[in-house]
């Protein structure tokens, strides 16, 4: 028997939102194990850096693609470059999202859509346009990212909140649909992770506090330890796990 190991060489992952916070570790993970990786973010000089940097060192391609993850038409186009540029894909990574914060005195028509847009449509969308080239593949898996908030409805969240638990009930969905061409769909549902933008603009001293004394866990969770979830997640080794959402919290739940 040989030892199990993680190892994405030869492989061809998308990501989206890959530019900055959870989705940047997700690209440098994947490139560092290995494997060739397109993403698309908004963010251009972020996502430029990155691809210039982990060029410099990477066994295979790693491509930025400027894309606006809530045009189902550009995001689908995104996907479909990113394809041709690897030769194929064998997983995508729905990471893009945006938790901007709103009372439900603020929603309207059109910021319930527009939130939906880039929190929920993009799963659909990207999964739909990388699902030809995993066929054509044989087979892969598709790794979406829902949130703990689908699980406690913070009031403050209440758009994004109804995105993630949306994601969840797709992740099943698509998991039944693609199921028979081998195409695995899992979701992975993360407490607060500790980014750059997360410090800036909410995780307080005193949020962290309160957040740290209802977790088990009392170090921070960190951007690498959800990447890890999705690598095992599109790894063979996950190779019979298909259509379930993973909570990776520090025991806050
Ligand atoms: N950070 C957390 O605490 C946390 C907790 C639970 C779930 N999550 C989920 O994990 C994933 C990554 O989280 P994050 O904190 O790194 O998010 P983030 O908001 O920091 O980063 C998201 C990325 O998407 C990009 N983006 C935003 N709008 C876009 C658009 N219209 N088109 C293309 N790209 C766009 C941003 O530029 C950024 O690079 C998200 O799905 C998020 O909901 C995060």
Redesign the pocket.
């Known amino acids: 028997m040989t030892a199990p190991q993680l190892d994405f060489t030869g492989k061809r992952v998308f990501i989206?939102?890959?530019?900055?916070?959870?989705?940047?570790e997700l690209v440098c993970q994947f490139a560092a194990l290995g494997a060739g990786v397109a993403f698309?973010?908004?963010?251009e000089s972020?996502g430029e850096a990155l691809a210039a940097r982990l060029s410099q060192s990477a066994a295979a391609p790693i491509l930025f693609l400027k894309?606006?993850?809530?045009d189902a038409g550009a995001l689908q186009d995104s996907v479909d470059d990113g394809a041709g540029q690897l030769g194929g894909l064998d997983a995508l990574i729905n990471?893009?999202?945006?938790?901007q914060r709103e009372t439900i005195d603020d929603i309207t028509p059109e910021t319930w859509r527009s939130n939906l847009a880039?929190?929920l449509d993009p799963v659909i969308f990207a999964s739909k346009a990388a699902t030809p080239h995993l066929k054509a593949a044989g087979g892969g898996a598709i790794v979406n990212?829902?949130?703990?908030?689908a699980l406690l409805g913070p009031a403050d969240l209440i758009t994004?909140t109804t995105a993630?638990a949306g994601i969840i009930g797709l992740t099943k969905s698509l998991a039944e649909a693609l199921g028979p061409d081998r195409i695995r769909v899992n979701a992975i549902i993360?407490?607060?992770?500790v980014?750059e933008?997360?410090r800036q603009l909410w995780l307080t001293p005193e949020a962290e506090a309160e957040w740290k004394a209802m977790c088990a866990l009392k170090d921070d969770l960190l951007?690498e330890d959800?990447a890890h979830l999705a690598l095992f997640l599109a790894s063979p080794l996950a190779r019979m796990i298909t259509g379930q959402g993973f909570v990776i919290d520090a025991g806050r739940t």
């Open positions: 989206t939102g890959g530019a900055t916070g959870i989705g940047a698309n973010d908004i963010n972020a894309a606006d993850a809530s990471n893009v999202a945006n938790d880039i929190n990212f829902s949130s703990l908030n994004y993630k993360p407490g607060w992770v980014t933008k997360q951007p959800v």
